[in-house]
C-alpha cells in the first residue's frame, strides 16, 4: 500500500499554480516521520527556537522565525532537506498549470467546467497520473489490472473543495477513462482507494515536505518563463539543480505528460502546463 503526501502552491496572486504529491510505502512510515521530527529538530537549533512546520514561503524569504537565518544557512538548510527525500527514495508525482489560461477557458470549456475549480484540476490529474503509473504491467494483449485500493491520498485541508473532489473522484467522467486506457473489465480508477484523506499540514511532515517541493517547483517554472525575476545572482542555477535532483525520483514522465500520442483527457491536462514542465529536456526520466 503506498501513501500519497499532496499539497499545493499557487492558488492565490501566482501567475503558475502546481501540486505535489510525496509517494511513501506504509512499511517505511514509521522511520520516514521519525526521520523528518529529527530534522525539524536540527533546524530548530539552528534558529533558537523551536518548529514544528517550515512554512517555505517564509523560510525562503527569511521571514518570520526565520529572519536570522544567513543565506549561507538557509542554502546549506535547502540542499540538507532535498539530500533528505532523495535518501529516503519516496517517490513523487506533479502538475502545473498556467492559471491565467486555465480561467480564461474555465467557463467555455465543457471539460474545464465538469471538474469544476483549479485545485480539482491538478488534483484529479495527480490521480490519474497515479492510476497510470501503477495499474500494473501487460501480459500479452491483455493488461494486469491489480486489486482496488492499493493507493490512499492524503491532502493538506482544502474547504469546499474536499467534499467536491471525493465525489469526483468516486464517480470521474467516462472521459477520464482514456487517460490510463481503461481496460473493459477494469473499474475506474482501481488504484486509488475511494476516499481521500484531508489533514492539518502541521501534524503531518511529508505533507509539509510537498509544500516544499510545491515551492521550488513553482519557482523554478516562474523563473524560466521569466515571470519574476531572480532574487540574487545565481538563483534559477541553483534552484535548477534542486529540482532536478527531486525529479530522478518522479514516476514516468509519461504518466503525467504524455509527449505525444495523447488522449482527449490528456491533452486537457497537457494544454494548460507551462511548457517548460511538460517539455523540459533538462528532466532525465
Keep these: 500500500m503506498k501513501f500519497v503526501y499532496l499539497d499545493e502552491s499557487g492558488t492565490g496572486w501566482e501567475h503558475i499554480s502546481v501540486m505535489v504529491g510525496i509517494i511513501a510505502d506504509a512499511y517505511r512510515m514509521r522511520q520516514t516521520k521519525e526521520d523528518w521530527e529529527k530534522l525539524l529538530q536540527e533546524l530548530s537549533k539552528i534558529i533558537g527556537k523551536k518548529i514544528s512546520e517550515i512554512h517555505t514561503n517564509r523560510f525562503y524569504s527569511r521571514n518570520g ?18 539530500e533528505w527525500l532523495n535518501g529516503r527514495k519516496h517517490q513523487i508525482v506533479y502538475t502545473a498549470v498556467v492559471k491565467d489560461k486555465f480561467h480564461k477557458d474555465l467557463k467555455n470549456n ?11 484540476f491538478m488534483a484529479l490529474h495527480i490521480a490519474l497520473s ?29 474547504g469546499k473543495e474536499e467534499e467536491q473532489f471525493t465525489n469526483l473522484l468516486l464517480s470521474p ?41 510545491c515551492f521550488f517547483l513553482r519557482r523554478y517554472i516562474e523563473l524560466k518563463m521569466g515571470i519574476t525575476k531572480p532574487k540574487y545572482e545565481d538563483e534559477l542555477s541553483k534552484i535548477q539543480k534542486w529540482i532536478e535532483s527531486i525529479f530522478k525520483l518522479a514516476i514516468p514522465k509519461n504518466n503525467i505528460f504524455l509527449s505525444k500520442g495523447r488522449c482527449e483527457c490528456s491533452n486537457l491536462f497537457y494544454e494548460y502546463a507551462p511548457d517548460v514542465i511538460k517539455e523540459n529536456t533538462t528532466i532525465k526520466q
Design 130 to 158: 497515479l492510476q497510470k503509473s501503477y495499474q500494473g504491467g501487460k501480459r500479452g494483449k491483455s493488461r494486469i489490472v491489480q486489486n482496488k485500493g492499493s493507493i490512499l491520498l492524503i491532502f493538506d485541508h482544502a
Design 173 to 213: 467522467p467516462n472521459w477520464t477513462d482514456t487517460y490510463y486506457n481503461k481496460m473493459p473489465n477494469q473499474k475506474k480508477m482501481n488504484q486509488i482507494i475511494d476516499v481521500p484523506h484531508f489533514v492539518n499540514s502541521h501534524q503531518v511532515g511529508l505533507i509539509q515536505l510537498a509544500d516544499f517541493i
Design 65 to 82: 522565525i526565520w529572519n536570522k537565518l544567513e543565506p549561507k544557512q538557509k542554502e546549506d538548510t535547502i540542499t540538507t532537506i532535498f
Design 110 to 120: 465543457e471539460r474545464l467546467n465538469e471538474i469544476g475549480s483549479l485545485w480539482r
